[in-house]
């Protein structure tokens, strides 16, 4: 099952978020242990109050959360908390219930993975992939457009063009993974830490390979 991070280095907290959110399980981590990778690729996080200043500088991501014993203990850690930024604040244990339908929320989505490929240039896998994806923002669905082919025209540009057409609401909400300079190199491993991260993330990956 897939878990939730849970950042968090005193014991009666990793314990009181556990309860909290039972039965969804947790991957707890000391602050310390937690790296760019651990925290992109969960699909959600819970921090604890209790370490949030000992947590660094994380990179910016959506679903984290913050955990407290009392709202007087979130209040007293927001300025630090700005800086995530936070989806939300739940208050362990009074706020149980609404950890556990969030935790239900994020950790039950599917997650799917399209991958488009073109025959050859020009074939417009570039601009089914980007249709994919408009398709399911039509469907209240987020989505990730990811670029994986060095040798293509750069979705970024053809995200930018749709910019002129009606679907532009839509098209403003594709996160859009692009490729800032053209290359013949693609690393394998760099290309699946990035899916691998996603997928978690997002109900549907899209990748123009």
Same mark, same amino acid.
């Given at each position: 099952?897939?878990?939730?991070?849970?950042?968090?280095?005193?014991?009666?907290?990793?314990?009181?978020?556990?309860?909290?959110?039972?039965? !969804? &399980?947790?991957?707890?981590?000391?602050?310390?242990?937690?790296?760019? $990778?651990?925290?992109?690729?969960? &699909?959600?996080?819970?921090?604890?109050?209790?370490?949030?200043?000992?947590?660094?500088? &994380?990179?910016?991501?959506?679903?984290?959360?913050?955990?407290?014993?009392? &709202?007087?203990?979130? $209040?007293?850690?927001?300025?630090?908390?700005?800086?995530?930024?936070?989806?939300?604040? !739940?208050?362990?244990?009074?706020?149980?219930?609404?950890?556990?339908?969030?935790?239900?929320?994020?950790?039950?989505?599917?997650?799917?993975?399209?991958?488009?490929?073109?025959?050859?240039?020009?074939?417009?896998?570039?601009?089914? $992939?980007?249709?994919?994806?408009?398709?399911?923002?039509?469907?209240?669905?987020?989505?990730?457009?990811?670029?994986?082919?060095?040798?293509?025209?750069?979705?970024?540009?053809?995200?930018?063009?749709?910019?002129?057409?009606?679907?532009?609401?839509?098209?403003?909400?594709?996160?859009?993974?692009?490729?800032?300079?053209?290359?013949?190199?693609?690393?394998?491993?760099?290309?699946?830490?990035?899916?691998?991260?996603?997928?978690?993330?997002?109900?549907?990956?899209?990748?123009?390979?």
């Amino acid at each position: 099952m897939i878990r939730a991070l849970l950042v968090c280095s005193d014991v009666d907290g990793c314990v009181a978020a556990s309860a909290a959110a039972h039965p !969804f &399980p947790l991957e707890v981590r000391a602050p310390q242990d937690v790296d760019d $990778a651990v925290w992109c690729a969960a &699909p959600v996080v819970l921090v604890s109050a209790c370490c949030l200043h000992h947590l660094g500088d &994380p990179a910016p991501r959506p679903d984290v959360y913050l955990l407290a014993a009392t &709202p007087e203990q979130a $209040a007293a850690v927001a300025g630090a908390a700005r800086r995530l930024p936070l989806a939300g604040v !739940f208050t362990v244990p009074a706020d149980a219930g609404r950890l556990r339908a969030t935790l239900r929320q994020v950790l039950t989505v599917p997650r799917r993975m399209i991958g488009v490929i073109g025959g050859t240039g020009g074939a417009g896998a570039s601009t089914l $992939a980007t249709a994919i994806t408009v398709r399911a923002l039509r469907r209240q669905r987020s989505a990730m457009l990811v670029d994986a082919d060095p040798l293509g025209g750069g979705l970024g540009h053809l995200v930018g063009d749709l910019h002129t057409l009606p679907v532009d609401d839509l098209v403003g909400r594709i996160t859009l993974l692009d490729w800032d300079a053209p290359t013949l190199d693609l690393d394998p491993q760099a290309a699946l830490r990035v899916v691998t991260t996603a997928v978690p993330q997002y109900p549907l990956t899209v990748v123009d390979l």
